[in-house]
């Protein structure tokens, strides 16, 4: 299983044979006429007759994905924004980054910027997300590109399923490492617990102090921006591209579910180089499980006799006489005496006790619904009273 991927099924279960790790659930048409979401009426009429068998399959794995989301290029023409338009705007690359400004009648206004949908949903949580930090704003002073904004930076997206997580990721215990040849070329961790990833190593390294991005805790989204060279090496990190780029942040986690392979970078550069980078995303996550608590007492004098076969005497008879239409059990059977005594070849006066090794857990009707088992069996004697706290998950 590849780094970054989650199998959300048991291990010893084989859906099915192969690697593309699907589960294929089916069912049989007949008259309830129960089918799957994703198959339309008029193929569930034409396609199927009643008894025949339906299939469908999904995937039961999740992975880190990244999005290499970009500037448009100075080559691009009009109309190379994928999102909708503003009014009043026209899509051209220039050489800056052209806020929205007021020019004169009959002049182009010139915009740039990310070019993916889910850069635009995420604006307004972004912003709202500013009073953490001022870094996660869409417009501020602060970061790399000072006086302009996230829709003029090149944003390397990380997106982490929730099933790797829970509720949301523990805010201090995120980590991003880059690698280069085994060796720790840069980390940012959230050092200040408030989203900012500050790049903390190597210690004098280029960068060292400076925010290389923001982490989205409740959604699971990292945006990297930071975009100084981590090192003086020269890897193509593009997909469909073979320039030769230093490693950034905004190229961390090249080839995570993004297209970017050696083979789609090859034929520029030292592309040998890109095979020795190697990238570590660490992080706690949190879930909230609601837990019911349950208290089971043994009571003193209550509790003090056991059905296991050890705690008759040996020989003990429990029967005194069955037939078809009686059952009387023995009024004479022995309890063993485990009472201890201090002193050798002296047993000590006969005390009923009882070790408690399981805790049942009935309903109203008194139906067994549950039963609680104890790690080590605890002893009781007449005189005790006990209680077990019981705890688990709904």
């Not at 944003?155 to 929730?162: D, T």
Request: some cysteine; proline content about 5%; overall charge neutral.
């Amino acid at each position: 299983m590849p780094p970054g991927h989650i199998s959300l099924y048991e291990y010893n279960i084989d859906y099915e044979s192969g690697s593309n790790n699907y589960s294929y659930p089916w069912l049989v048409k007949n008259s309830s006429r129960h089918t799957f979401k994703t198959l339309g009426t008029t193929d569930y009429i034409t396609k199927y007759s009643y008894g025949d068998t339906i299939e469908s399959r999904y995937p039961m794995s999740s992975s880190i994905t990244r999005e290499f989301m970009y500037v448009a290029s100075a080559s691009a023409a009009d109309g190379a924004w994928d999102g909708p338009r503003p009014p009043g705007f026209t899509y051209r690359a220039g050489s800056t980054v052209v806020r929205e400004v007021v020019v004169p009648p009959g002049r182009t206004k010139y915009y740039r910027g990310p070019r993916y949908r889910h850069f635009t949903a995420l604006k307004r949580k972004l912003d709202y997300y500013g009073i953490r930090s001022e870094h996660y704003k869409i417009s501020s002073s602060l970061g790399q590109n000072t006086g302009f904004d996230k829709n003029g930076q090149i944003i390397n997206f990380i997106s982490i399923p929730s099933i790797f997580y829970g509720n949301r990721i523990t805010p201090g215990t995120v980590s991003l490492k880059w690698y280069f040849t085994g060796s720790l070329a840069a980390e940012v961790q959230d050092l200040n617990q408030n989203g900012e990833l500050i790049q903390v190593g190597p210690v004098g390294s280029d960068g060292s102090g400076s925010v290389a991005g923001v982490i989205m805790y409740e959604e699971g989204f990292i945006l990297l921006t930071g975009s100084w060279a981590l090192n003086d090496k020269s890897i193509p990190m593009d997909a469909g591209s073979t320039t030769a780029r230093n490693p950034s942040w905004i190229y961390w986690g090249a080839g995570c579910n993004d297209g970017v392979t050696q083979k789609s970078t090859a034929g520029s550069g030292n592309t040998s180089d890109f095979m020795s980078c190697s990238f570590d995303l660490t992080f706690r996550g949190e879930t909230n499980t609601q837990v019911m608590t349950l208290f089971a007492h043994a009571k003193r004098g209550e509790v003090n006799y056991s059905n296991n076969p050890t705690y008759l005497k040996s020989g003990s008879t429990r029967v005194e006489f069955t037939s078809s239409q009686i059952y009387q059990e023995s009024p004479n059977v022995n309890v063993l005496n485990m009472a201890s005594s201090s002193y050798s070849d002296f047993s000590a006066s006969f005390k009923r006790q009882v070790y408690i090794s399981k805790v049942g857990i009935y309903d109203e009707s008194k139906n067994l619904i549950g039963v609680a088992s104890l790690s080590s069996p605890i002893l009781k004697d007449e005189e005790q009273d006990l209680a077990f706290k019981i705890r688990f998950d709904i």
